[in-house]
């Protein structure tokens, strides 16, 4: 069937970009549509140290690059646009970028997800230099230093659990006077001497200019404020799977992310999943780029078995 490309993969994180390596490095006409934000959320990282291959550690944009380069030399063609709208009921598969349709026999979809902010100005400012939602990509660098979780879910004492390996004080705020958490993970928090909690209150501001130094709490109920000096900010409250634009087109669960079967295979016929759109429990650099090689592997499986059926078809 006559297209544009022969693949199109849509998002430029770990999981797309290894995926446009791979299918890159097969020789197949490949169309990364990355988005205006290229780079996924390793672009708001400032080091990673548990991504294979870089003993000193490697700042989160400079990895990004370097894999969008490698993608590139293989002869993925990278358009730096959002996506406005998607077909798949339709055969070639069309996805429309900067005012432009692009058609393709198969496409794999790593748009990653957004972990849930405050929505306050410093901590947007502060993002990366202290402010983080990942413990596990963030908590080495704070050893020895007190941190703050915001959040009341398993999430959020999954994130302070891991931090009690590095920080001398995890504080838990929590906007409610009990946890959502399930019961065992509230036991081990509350067992844990390093966390303690403070109910009924919310971050209603993080001091610092070039660094995270404290946030100032909120009671909920008094309206009482406190200063909690601290080195560190982590966001707990949940994540959302970037899949508006996939609705009624590809099966989604309740929460928004994308059903798959047969390992990367969405319920659309060609389209294809990986990283963090389907992936709520690991959400790692190293898990999504894994990802997205073994959805290039079956979108070219995929597509040798499309010429194989029409070939079949015209004998």
Known sequence: MLTDHEIIIIGSGPAGLTAAIYAGRAMVKTLVIGGRLSGGQLMLTTGVENFPGFSNGIQGPNLMQEMRKQAERFGAEIVDEDVESIDFKRKPLQVTAGGRAYTANAVIIATGSSAKWLGLPSEGKLRGRGVSSCATCDGYFFREKRVVVVGGGDTALEEALFLTKYATEILVVHRRNKLRASKIMQSRAFANKKIRFVWDSVVEDVLGQERVEGVKIRNAKTGELTMFPCDGLFVAIGFQPNTQIFRGQITLDEKGYIVTRQE????????????????????????????GCKAAMDALAYLEEQKEITVSARE
């Open 264 to 291: 990367t295979s969405s319920s659309a016929a060609g389209v294809f999943v990986a990283g963090d759109v389907h992936d709520y429990r690991y959400r790692q650099a190293v898990t999504a780029a894994g990802e």
